[in-house]
């Protein structure tokens, strides 16, 4: 099993950006487990093999980005 923590400074903004998360965690994805970490204000993901950790590590960074730019742009 291969695993990854995406940590996030504590403030609002990521607040934010892991509840909007929450579903994609919940949704799931092949091969993968996604945990929302709201008191390390984190991500942890487990992973069967390397391509499936690369893959969502890939997607969680993406949306924590678009996610950072929708804040920027309404606060």
Same mark, same amino acid.
């Given at each position: *099993?291969? #695993?990854?923590? $995406?940590?996030?400074? &504590? &403030?609002? *903004?990521? &607040?934010?950006?892991? @509840?909007?998360?929450?579903?994609?965690? %919940?949704?799931? *994805?092949?091969?993968?487990?996604? @945990?929302? &970490?709201?008191? #390390?204000?984190?991500?942890?993901?487990?992973? %069967?093999?390397?391509?499936?950790?690369?893959?969502?590590? /890939?997607?969680?960074?993406? !949306?924590?980005?678009?996610? /950072? %730019? $929708? !804040? /920027? %742009?309404?606060?």
């Amino acid at each position: *099993m291969k #695993s990854a923590f $995406i940590s996030l400074p &504590d &403030d609002e *903004m990521t &607040d934010a950006s892991l @509840k909007s998360l929450v579903p994609e965690a %919940e949704e799931g *994805m092949r091969r993968v487990d996604v @945990k929302i &970490d709201f008191e #390390s204000h984190g991500i942890r993901i487990e992973a %069967e093999d390397t391509r499936a950790l690369r893959a969502a590590l /890939n997607s969680y960074l993406r !949306w924590l980005e678009i996610s /950072n %730019e $929708i !804040w /920027n %742009e309404i606060n």
